[in-house]
């Protein structure tokens, strides 16, 4: 099957600097990828729409100046946490739509495997 | 909150035992899926069930949507030490807004 690429899959970082987190897809284009964050034992909260050459959506409560997000080329989406807090801390994870493959008309949705953000 | 409401928050069952997790949604649908995270880990989607689909089976696992309910089953037969994670249902077409979630715990 499709696979995501989520790099890096654990990063610890010092409290004010930023993070930058990739979304790859390996071996298809994607037009959409979501970026979700999740706290421990808790459900994916998804925190923007990212698409191709365009700025992304974000939901209501998520700073976009806070967490910058560019999807430059139909492989690949950043997700770049900016002067990060503890709070920050949190397991972020991407996914990617198929768009030539099919859940309906809207193409199959995969997942990366998640990063690990610990800012201390 | 469109968030669905998954039940039971966790489980823990012996091998060779059936898992029964259940998933309830306030808002019409057209599809609703179930996937698989284990800890730490990324999402793996296990099923679809379409809103003019009643059941749906796919290996050991058997779902079962009920739209005048607004409820939905995952039920995962002869379970396996493996199958310990957490399972989310999810709703939507064109993002997904997923559930709580269920902890599943298999005991060899």
């Known amino acids: 099957g499709a696979v995501v690429s989520q790099h890096p899959s654990w990063v610890i970082c010092k409290s004010g600097t930023s993070v930058k987190i990739e979304c790859r897809s390996l071996?298809?284009?994607?037009?959409?990828m979501f970026w979700y964050r999740q706290f421990p034992k808790q459900s994916l909260m998804l925190m923007a729409t990212s698409n191709e050459g365009s700025k992304a959506t974000y939901e209501q409560g998520v700073e976009k100046d806070k967490f910058l997000i560019n999807h430059a080329s139909l492989t690949l989406s950043t997700l770049t946490v900016t002067s990060a807090h503890p709070e920050d801390s949190s397991f972020y994870i991407c996914?990617?739509?198929?768009?030539?493959?099919?859940?309906?008309?809207?193409?199959?949705?995969?997942f990366g495997e998640g990063s690990r953000l610990t800012v201390l | 909150s469109q968030q669905g409401e998954e039940d039971p928050q966790a489980l823990s069952i012996q091998e060779g035992e059936n898992a029964t997790m259940n998933c309830s949604y306030k808002t019409s649908i057209n599809n609703l899926q179930w996937y698989r995270q284990n800890s730490g880990r990324g999402l793996v989607h296990l099923i679809l069930i379409r809103s003019n689909e009643r059941e749906k089976h796919s290996g050991r696992l058997r779902v079962t949507l009920d739209t005048s309910k607004k409820s939905s089953s995952l039920l995962i037969t002869a379970s396996r030490a493996a199958d310990t994670a957490s399972y989310f249902c999810a709703r939507g077409y064109s993002t997904l807004t997923f559930g709580k979630g269920t902890m599943l715990l298999v005991s060899p």
């Open positions: 071996d298809f284009q994607a037009t959409t």
């Open positions: 996914s990617a739509r198929d768009a030539t493959s099919g859940i309906g008309d809207t193409g199959e949705l995969f």
